[in-house]
């Protein structure tokens, strides 16, 4: 038997979500920066009283519909325990009612497939939610759900033990590891920052805006204004930094006239070299030549800024918590984006600071794809494609040699069933029905 109640103390709500591996998204913080839902804190207990879920609930006033519950990514607790799930489930229904909510929408991240592989643990989570009484959302027509593939990079081995970073980089496809060895010799510098740095210098987070505004116009791409990059930041400082990769233009002409000096050596070197060295000789001064034609793409590229411009190219918003780095925001301005390629230079440095801060895994982010109209008779999703939008950023984030993960998606506990249709099928037509006309004014 187990029993559940309101939670109060926050401090061991929060440290039993990191201390199992629960997100951000699981802890007390997070309400604080989802401020249009109102938070619900819940907490299980065994017999021996000692706590064995947590629960974040946020509630949102929907027209027409009424309450909706939200649990972002689920409970933290033993999805296998049947008995905890079975009596929480029971208690989670009563208080729904209590609240007049009309249904809970949780996400746990329950694994379908791991690198295409299935999933027995996946599985039977699966058949232990419907059997009391959750549907599956990819099962129900939806406006709003896609399949979500989360690639991750284990940060530890078999044993535990850290991996070292340039054993990791070892791992992933030459490109990646070529922008990385390059990186500082074309002018990047990369420079972490905490919310204490950006609170005495606001100029930081106009910088790492722009490099996002930029980002948005290339990509689909979730735009936040300073104002809620802020409250995210300050809410979570503890466990956030932002990167921002810069192009340094005078310390690039530097490295070039390096080159171009050592290049003048090179050449003076072949009228009296051995034979056997000729060929050496000759091919350090192709390297030079290569990357003097690359230099001068990039002058051409930046000819409207300064000589000794310091421009931001490349930026993210990394939060760190329960063992997994979660980079939030991420993206690559278009000026000299595929000269210099800083987007992996600057994810490898952020994979350098989640093993310096004892992470185990580093996630780079999710892949959406389209959701199959049914399940399979072994209980999987059927063959999943990424969504046409994002099949770039798809290969880009595999490049990192990252394990794929395949999350079977959203359930939900429907306690009103009238108020959910509402939801389900009138909402959307409203809102189709609200948009068309805005487009319509706009046209006139």
């Not at 990369?190 to 987070?205: I, R």
């Not at 290339?218 to 192009?247: A, C, S």
């Not at 999710?366 to 046409?388: K, Q, R």
Request: proline share 5%; charged share 30%.
């Amino acid at each position: 038997m187990y029993t559940f109640r309101t939670e109060t103390d926050f401090e061991t709500f929060d440290r039993f979500v990191e201390e199992h591996h629960g997100q951000y998204q699981q802890c007390s913080l997070w309400p604080k920066v989802k401020t249009a839902w109102a938070p619900h804190f819940y907490s299980g207990f065994d017999e021996a009283g000692e706590r064995v879920l947590t629960c974040l609930v946020l509630e949102r006033d929907l027209p027409l519909a009424g309450k909706l519950w939200y649990v972002p990514y689920g409970t933290v607790s033993d999805i296998s325990n049947e008995t905890l799930q079975k009596e929480f489930t029971t208690f989670i229904a009563a208080e729904m009612k209590a609240h007049k909510a009309f249904c809970t929408i949780i996400d746990p991240p329950v694994p379908l497939r791991i690198d295409g592989e299935p999933q027995e643990e996946g599985h039977a989570a699966h058949r232990l939610l419907t059997s009391l009484g959750y549907q599956l959302n990819t099962d129900l027509p939806s406006y709003t759900y896609k399949h979500p593939v989360q690639t991750l990079i284990p940060l530890r081995d078999e044993n535990g033990e850290l991996i070292p970073g340039k054993q990791l980089l070892k791992k992933c496809e030459k490109g990646v590891r070529y922008s990385v060895r390059v990186g500082e010799s074309r002018g990047l510098e990369c420079e972490t920052y905490s919310f204490e740095d950006v609170q005495k210098d606001p100029a930081l987070l106009d910088a790492f805006v722009s490099v996002m505004d930029d980002t948005s116009e290339r990509n689909d791409f979730v735009h936040r204004d300073n104002d809620y990059l802020m409250l995210l930041f300050g809410t979570l400082k503890d466990h956030t930094d932002i990167m921002i990769v810069y192009y340094d233009k005078a310390k690039d002409t530097q490295l070039q006239n390096a080159r171009l000096k050592e290049r003048e050596q090179k050449v003076a070197a072949l009228e009296t070299a051995p034979q056997k060295k000729i060929k050496g000789l000759k091919n350090d001064i192709d390297v030079i030549d290569k990357n003097t034609k690359s230099y001068n793409e990039r002058m051409e590229e930046t000819k409207d800024y300064p000589a000794d411009a310091r421009i931001p190219v490349a930026g993210g918003l990394t939060i760190r918590y329960g063992g997994f780095a979660n980079c939030v925001f991420g993206g690559t301005r278009n000026i000299v984006r595929n000269n210099t390629r800083s987007s992996h230079y600057m994810n490898y440095l952020r994979l350098l600071r989640s093993i310096d801060l004892g992470m185990d895994y580093h996630d780079l982010g999710y892949v959406l794809c389209d959701s199959p109209e049914t399940m399979e008779a072994d209980g999987s999703l059927g063959p999943l494609s990424p969504n046409e939008d994002f099949v770039g950023i798809s290969k880009f984030k595999l490049s990192f040699g990252a394990r794929y993960t395949e999350y079977i998606g959203e359930y939900i506990l429907v306690g009103n069933s009238f108020r959910y249709w509402l939801y389900k099928e009138l909402m959307p037509k409203a809102k189709k029905a609200k948009m068309t006309a805005i487009r319509l004014i706009k046209n006139r």
